[in-house]
């Protein structure tokens, strides 16, 4: 059974894992199969996930946040700047885990670096997930590991993931088990 937590709402007192990356990147996919059921909205359309949302799976010792994308949606400059600014504000205030997701068929973009940026210069620990790993030549991965290695240097842990196949998803949920082990 999964609980969710919409802005506003008190949730437990559970270490945050929180998914951010940009507006299409599979971040509520990912988020449906690591709880096994649908619970976010899954569209072709970037810009969906519009507030901020905590999912707790009966079970585990932690919170999952699905934060609005970054970068392209189909609203106003505005509103995207007010999706970025509540973000940042629970971000700061909350400081879950962040996981950053990113389009694992291409290199590494500049809207991700900045994100990355900003993560470090509050201080913030993150991993990356390069999304879509089913998708993805063996000789594109490697040239990608490479460069996510070089570009993403302070992220705690980095992996390839796929919400189609699952593939990933086994190293990801043993890594988050060890982290919370030796977490403060």
Known sequence: M?????????WPRLPVFALSGRSNVGKSSLL????????????????????????????????????PGYGYAKAS???????????????RQVRPFVWVLVDGRLPPQPIDREWVSWLESEGLLYGLLATKADAITQKQRYQHERLFGEV?????????????????????????????????
Not at 2 to 10: A, T
Not at 39 to 62: C, D, F, N, W
Request: proline share 2%; aromatic share 12%; net charge positive.
């Open 32 to 67: 449906n199969t690591l709880l096994g059921t649908r619970v976010a909205a899954v569209s072709q359309q970037p810009g969906r996930t519009r507030s901020i949302m905590l999912y707790h799976k009966e079970g585990e010792r932690y919170l999952w946040a699905d934060l």
């Open 152 to 184: 993403y240097a302070g992220a705690q842990w980095r992996g390839w993931v796929s919400a189609r196949t699952g593939k990933g998803l086994a190293d990801l949920r043993a890594w988050i088990e060890s982290w919370l082990e030796q977490a403060p």
């Open 2 to 10: 999964v609980r969710r937590y919409q802005e506003g709402e008190s």
């Open 77 to 91: 400059f505005a509103q995207r700047r007010a999706w970025l600014n509540k973000v940042q504000a629970f971000l």
